[in-house]
Nanobody, 123 residues
Framework: QLQLVESGGGLVQAGGSLRLSCAASGRISSTYFMAWFRQAPGKERVFLAGITWSGNLRTYGDSVKGRFTVSRDSAKNTVYLQMNSLKPEDTALYYC????????????????WGQGTQVTVSS
């Protein structure tokens, strides 16, 4: 079993930056794909970025390419999402998730989820 705990969300002005953290506990395989999703009220959960625990593959969603960077620190069992040039449309609940079988961008392929951390970007 894996447990994921997100932190780092908050209120920021447009153009600002935030770094989200996802602390993982439990057994983590180097093949696991650690991803970030977000969900705005009334909308579907959207893939943002992901990285294999080994660090050899990173994938980004089109809406955040060039603005967001995913990374991991295996010594701390933590995955990060650095978010720059934030826009009001980035306002959402941000989730960390793990795909144990691949590197999907589809939320229904993910086995483990954190509780989410709220990001609000003011204009």
């Amino acid at each position: 079993q894996l447990q994921l705990v997100e932190s780092g969300g908050g209120l920021v002005q447009a153009g600002g930056s935030l770094r989200l953290s996802c602390a993982a506990s439990g057994r983590i395989s180097s093949t696991y794909f650690m991803a970030w999703f977000r969900q705005a009220p009334g909308k579907e959960r959207v893939f943002l970025a992901g990285i294999t625990w080994s660090g050899n593959l990173r994938t980004y969603g089109d809406s955040v390419k060039g603005r967001f960077t995913v990374s991991r620190d295996s010594a701390k069992n933590t995955v990060y999402l650095q978010m720059n040039s934030l826009k009001p449309e980035d306002t959402a609940l941000y989730y960390c998730a793990v795909d144990t079988a691949g590197s999907s961008t589809m939320a229904n392929r993910y086995n483990y989820w954190g509780q989410g951390t709220q990001v609000t970007v003011s204009s």
